[in-house]
């Protein structure tokens, strides 16, 4: 099917790692991403990363692709609550002639003390 | 400072009325698509556009029609015919080049018809 699939919520302490994970369906997709959305505002991209690509490292955020699997998961270290926001895997696919962003439904993530 | 802009931020509806949302980008760039959000859901694509004066239907395009008279502007109307507008639209914009292509989100308009 057409779905992009996540876990919908993943609950944290303050200092640990965060992974959340993301499986997707089109194996001829060029590019995956993941954006944040903090309450009330718009996506923001976080990271991206090429389909030829294994692991993407960008300070505290490590991104893993396993093109076999067509599994993503996204990496915070020592997660922080300015982290807590609903986080969105998107795999990009040209459709028509034009790029399309397929969305999974998000992660909430949530950063206790 | 260069970015997308979403007017108004929250919006109220009567049923039967129709309504339009602006969506401003000064980013210079060619595409824009439009979103739609609801809880529990990822993003929905309404409708896109790649050039002005020409836009394509995106996977739930019933009930809403879009204008791109100006590279800068593309509105979204939320017609009467839309059976269910309450939710989280949200206006994005990108270069669309064939590389890592990042779409632009603006902060989004929250609609509720009463």
């Known amino acids: 099917g057409e779905d992009v699939e996540q876990s919908l919520f993943l609950s944290v302490r303050e200092g640990d790692s965060s992974v959340i994970n993301c499986t997707y369906t089109?194996?001829?997709?060029?590019?995956l991403y993941w954006y944040k959305q903090e309450p009330g505002a718009g996506l923001q991209l976080l990271t991206y990363?090429?389909?030829?690509?294994d692991m993407k490292q960008d300070q505290r955020l490590t991104v893993l692709l396993n093109k076999k699997d067509k599994h993503l998961s996204l990496r915070i270290a020592d997660t922080q609550t300015g982290d807590s926001a609903i986080y969105f895997c998107?795999?990009?696919?040209?459709?028509?002639?034009?790029?399309?962003?397929?969305f999974g439904a998000g992660t909430r993530l949530a950063v206790h003390p | 400072d260069g970015g997308i802009t979403q007017s108004p931020k929250y919006l109220f509806r009567k049923e039967g009325q129709n309504v339009t949302l602006s969506c401003e980008q000064n980013?210079?760039?060619?595409?824009m698509y439009w979103y739609r959000q609801d809880p529990g859901q990822g993003l929905r694509l309404i409708y896109y556009?790649?050039?002005?004066?020409?836009?394509q239907k995106g996977d739930i395009a019933e009930g809403y029609s879009v204008s791109r008279e100006k590279k800068e502007s593309f509105p979204l109307t939320v017609t009467s015919a839309q059976k269910n507008p309450t939710a989280f639209y949200l206006c994005?914009?990108?270069?669309?080049?064939?590389?890592?292509?990042?779409?632009?989100f603006g902060p989004g308009t929250r609609l509720t018809v009463l």
């Open positions: 994005a914009s990108t270069v669309d080049r064939e590389y890592y292509n990042e779409q632009f």
């Open positions: 089109d194996s001829s997709s060029t590019y």
């Open positions: 990363i090429f389909s030829n690509m």
């Open positions: 998107a795999e990009r696919r040209r459709s028509g002639g034009y790029n399309k962003l397929i």
């Open positions: 980013l210079n760039h060619d595409a």
């Open positions: 556009s790649q050039i002005v004066n020409d836009f």
